[in-house]
């Protein structure tokens, strides 16, 4: 990424002045990332060589960039068969109903709204109005609709253009420089060139094509040109859409906000970054981290929050989940068992997701029928993608919880959660439900486990005897408070945590940093 952006950063700019390998660094990151995972699992000898660039094109030979990146980059956008409709942009302002706001937040993923939505409510009733930038592509994601009149949302028109970087602008740098990656010798211009075109075909919100992130800036400097907010509110700045939102906000004089929107988890990623100015986060631990991903400012002030979307946990029924979770197996199964395990499913291919299941499912046959496990979908997994599991269940008591509930709504009735990096895993901290952390090698974690609050499991033995664990605890012992404070800060105002921080950042002669 160095030498990528060292000699093509100022290839291609935003009007706004924002380089495309700033817009793009997150997924551009990661596609670099498969591409060396590729090239470094190969010999020298291999058929399937990197890239080479010859005379300003991507020479990519054999099956290697069918077998690395798809047909689409990959995964990164639609096929090149289905063309993207290109359409004329209007550049239209904001609708009316926006008008002022002393705040303006941003928002396309439901954990931005869930974060978010209890600040603005918070300072709507003090009486600040706030105005939403809802980009989100579905209705799972929407930003709900606000109870408070001080609070509007503005989306961006239904038409946005797609299609390429000027991929012509590479070509005119010629920059002869390899970086050693294992067994070859890899072509910076072949792999600008690359994720270049990949960037053409890319079409999602959080992986906009050059063209739409052109069209959303501009919007976007529409946005807070009409608004005028004296500060910004986002749970992600890393991201295209975060990122440029930052930067249209700075344009316009806005002091920038960043909430952390749930845990950071550990190998999730290789390059994170924060470019606010104000970066609110969980807990303690999250500090440190954070000090090492800011990349814009040199002064940055940094706050512990706490999470605003677990502020709700203290009103709990926690009884009426574990009337659910009873319903589900006198349903499904027929009986109800003893204790119950809460699976927070992920949203992974199924394969790996066949996988974690068969571990759970050998850690219930191990500890006999006490226990009975509980199939969480993730909001974003459909029950067709859930069902086909139970086909391996023989006499195990196992059932599937409604996507509509998941996790976050059965896990207060459980007695134990297990997942692989599902922030639910929280919220049964906070609620001193036992987490168990499942692991299997090269995966990721919230890493829960290291601060001594979760159990790390890397199979069905683990499993079983993190089950067996559990069954010796006293009643109502649990993790201590300090722990889950270093974690996550819950004292169940963390929304008017986060709001007074804007409002002392709306008025910055009143401003100390706090920690």
């Not at 079983?464 to 408070?481: C, F, K, N, Q, W």
């Amino acid at each position: 990424m160095r030498e990528l952006e060292n000699a093509y950063r100022d290839a291609a700019v935003t009007p706004g002045g924002v380089s495309w390998l700033d817009v793009h660094h997150v997924p551009a990151r990661r596609l670099l990332t498969q591409i060396v995972r590729h090239v470094l699992s190969t010999r020298h000898d291999d058929e399937r060589p990197p890239p080479t660039s010859r005379g300003g094109t991507t020479a990519l030979r054999g099956s290697w960039f069918t077998d690395t990146t798809g047909e689409t980059g990959l995964g990164y956008g639609r096929p090149p068969r289905q063309r993207p409709q290109l359409a004329r942009y209007d550049h239209r302002p904001p609708p009316r109903t926006s008008n002022r706001a002393l705040v303006t937040a941003i928002s396309w993923r439901r954990p931005h709204a869930e974060t978010l939505l209890p600040v603005l409510d918070d300072l709507a009733r003090r009486g600040i109005t706030s105005s939403v930038i809802d980009l989100a592509g579905d209705t799972h994601h929407r930003f709900p609709v606000p109870s408070h009149p001080a609070i509007a949302i503005i989306r961006p028109p239904d038409v946005i253009p797609q299609g390429g970087l000027p991929v012509g602008s590479l070509h005119a740098i010629r920059d002869e420089r390899t970086v050693r990656v294992g067994f070859h010798d890899l072509p910076v211009s072949g792999v600008a060139d690359l994720m270049a075109r990949t960037i053409t075909r890319s079409s999602s919100v959080s992986r906009p094509s050059w063209a739409t992130a052109v069209a959303v800036e501009r919007w976007l400097d529409n946005v807070f040109g009409t608004v005028r907010p004296k500060a910004f509110l986002c749970a992600d700045d890393t991201n295209p859409p975060g990122l440029l939102a930052t930067r249209c906000a700075e344009r316009a004089g806005a002091e920038t906000v960043y909430v952390q929107p749930g845990a950071w988890v550990e190998g999730e990623v290789a390059w994170r970054a924060q470019h606010c100015k104000h970066i609110a986060v969980m807990g303690p631990r999250d500090l440190e981290r954070c000090s090492g991903w800011q990349r814009h400012h040199r002064e940055t002030r940094q706050y512990v929050t706490g999470q605003p979307r677990f502020d709700g946990l203290a009103g709990v029924d926690r009884r009426a989940q574990r009337e659910y979770l009873e319903a589900l197996f006198t349903v499904q199964t027929g009986a109800v068992p003893r204790r119950v395990l809460v699976w927070g499913a992920q949203p992974h291919p199924e394969g790996r997701l066949l996988a974690h299941f068969r571990v759970l499912l050998d850690s219930l046959r191990q500890i006999g029928p006490g226990w009975g496990l509980v199939i969480a979908p993730h909001p974003a997994q459909r029950l067709a993608a859930m069902r086909p599991l139970l086909r391996f269940v023989g006499g195990e008591h196992v059932v599937l919880a409604g996507p509509h509930v998941g996790a976050r709504g059965c896990v207060a009735g459980a007695d134990a959660f297990v997942t692989g990096y599902s922030n639910s895993a929280l919220e049964a901290l906070l609620l001193n439900v036992p987490v168990l952390e499942l692991v299997p090698p090269g995966d990721p974690t919230l890493a829960l486990a290291h601060h001594g609050a979760a159990q790390r499991c890397a199979g069905s033995d683990g499993v079983a005897a993190a089950l067996r664990h559990i069954e010796r605890m006293p009643v109502g012992s649990h993790v201590p408070t300090t722990v889950k404070d270093e974690i996550c800060r819950w004292t169940g105002d963390s929304a008017r945590t986060v709001a007074d921080l804007v409002i002392r950042v709306l008025a910055p002669e009143k401003e100390s940093p706090c920690s």
